[in-house]
């Protein structure tokens, strides 16, 4: 057997996929049902050099993996629901000091406590839009648990490539279910570090601009000073109120995410090219998205699926390309309708929007979805 085979639970595979991308610093407080991914970590960082700590609350763990990036580790954090709440404010302060750091919020049902323990898709507009102003974000959800893993590595690759925060955001049924997976070699893995100052410190410019609209990032103790503020800030890191600058900087945090927005971007479409009926899905609710497709088509009914991976920046292009071949698109999720908007702002009425919601703390059937579809055609 496979020695990197075994039966491995979600969370766990983000821990394992943190590690094969090189992260060596977690800061967290636990909280269900997030808590393996800090638990796994405490054992396993000590062993390889890195550290691991328990904060007092999600603030100061937000803070605390900023700061271990900016001294050039690879740093990630973990939650869910109420915690993720606590660290928006300074995940604005990372998307404005473009500070590579990893978040992961396993969702569970709100709001406020909510409930702990069980599954719930009800974050993802606040994965997106939490943190006050206009900001760049990158947000992946995985439906799996080998994903997890793969999912992870990626978002620490997009993290230091693009230097902003990487959201990875699964649901409590994402996060504890246990699979047959299969990791690959270590290196066979592509891991990305980020881009590091080719100039003496006298010349270095922490938030340039140029064609790539990524700046270098030296690490502090390496002989580079900068500068690093929550306000705006010019290309020195000094704050400036000049409206030339302001409108400068702002608009490149935002054109580095569209300029490789076709990198970004992730979704995997099955039976979409002869469907008539289509089905907009992610995370925990594209499994029975999945099983209700095959049951559709083994009755001769032709559904197709695409399953968003790329959360955010959102595939409109892709699903609006998807409304032009159907004419229903039925969007599960464990909430009620979040990602439903921007279907129907995606879809243009190009095709109907058609919901199935849960908020209960129970997943969505497939037979539930198979219903809704009979009742569309």
């Known amino acids: 057997m496979n020695p990197r085979t075994s039966m491995m639970q979600g969370n766990i595979a983000v821990a394992e996929g943190a590690i094969a991308a090189g992260c060596r610093f977690f800061a967290g407080y636990p909280i269900t049902p997030s ?27 937000m803070g605390a993996v900023i ?26 302060y990372a998307s404005i000091t473009e500070t590579p750091v990893v978040i992961v919020n396993v969702m569970r049902g709100g709001p406020s406590t909510g409930i702990p323990t069980l599954p719930s898709q009800g974050d993802v507009m606040q994965a997106r839009w939490g943190t006050h102003g206009d900001h760049p974000i990158i947000v992946l959800t995985p439906a799996g648990v080998r994903e997890a893993f793969d999912m992870t590595v ?25 699979e047959k997976v299969t990791l690959p070699d270590p290196e066979d893995l592509v891991v990305i570090d980020r881009k ?54 702002l608009n490149r945090l935002h054109g580095k995410l569209d300029k490789y927005a076709d990198e970004i971007i992730q979704v995997e479409e099955t039976g979409t090219e002869d469907a008539e009926i289509g089905i907009i899905c992610y995370g925990s609710s594209a ?57 129907e702002h995606a879809s243009c009425d190009r095709a109907e929007v058609v919901r199935v919601n849960r908020i209960t703390g129970d997943p969505i059937h497939p037979e539930e979805i198979v219903q809704k579809i009979k009742e569309c055609r």
């Open 35 to 61: 808590t393996e991914i800090a638990e796994h970590l405490a054992r396993s960082l000590p062993l390889l050099g890195g550290r691991f700590m328990q904060m007092e609350d999600e603030i100061a763990a």
């Open 67 to 92: 700061g271990a990036s900016l001294g050039g580790m690879k740093s990630m954090t973990a939650t869910s629901g109420p915690g993720f709440s606590l660290k928006q404010e300074n995940i604005g």
């Open 154 to 178: 990626q978002a620490f690759n997009f993290s230091e490539r693009f230097r902003v925060p990487v959201i990875l955001l699964l649901d409590e049924i994402i996060g504890h279910v246990h």
């Open 196 to 249: 590091k100052p080719t100039v003496p410190p006298e010349e270095y410019l922490p938030f340039e601009i140029d064609e790539t609209m990524v700046p270098a990032m030296a690490n502090f103790g390496e002989g580079y000073r900068y500068h690093v503020t929550g306000l705006v800030h010019d290309q020195t890191g000094f704050p400036t109120m000049d409206e030339v600058k302001i409108e400068m900087m």
């Open 287 to 343: 499994r029975s998205a999945r099983q209700a497709m095959r049951e559709l088509r083994d009755e001769g009914i032709p559904v197709g699926m695409l399953r968003i991976k790329t959360m955010w920046p959102f595939p409109t292009d892709r699903i609006r390309a998807f409304a032009d071949r159907v004419s229903h698109l039925v969007v599960p999720e464990l909430n009620l309708g979040q990602i439903a908007h921007e279907v």
